[in-house]
């Protein structure tokens, strides 16, 4: 459940988890990691009462900017981003403080 609170919009799904312990993307804090920016991607931004504010699908090499769009200066606000084919979750990524 990548919700960490209430929210009409938490529905289960399956996660899926490397076999073995990785570092993860933390070398590319700042940047879209290499793995977003080839797949087409559904974006979907949440305020701090994790209710919906925006969605946008996007090819990866324009999460950035999506992200710009969506996120604002809207404090507590977080995205989810899916893989848009399969609609799997892939990660989420919080406003910086």
Do not use: K, Q, W
Request: hydrophobic share 40%.
């Amino acid at each position: 459940m990548p919700f960490r609170g209430e929210s009409p919009y938490a529905a289960a799904s399956p996660v899926y988890v490397h076999a073995e312990r990785c570092e993860g993307h933390t070398a590319e804090r700042d940047a879209v990691p290499e793995m977003l920016r080839d797949r087409i991607l559904s974006v979907r931004a949440y305020d701090g009462s994790h209710m919906l504010t925006g969605t946008e699908v996007v090819r990866g090499i324009g999460l950035e900017s999506a992200l710009n769009r969506l996120l604002g200066d809207a404090p507590g606000a977080y995205v989810h981003v899916h893989f848009a084919g399969p609609g799997c979750f892939a990660c989420r990524i919080d406003r910086a403080a």
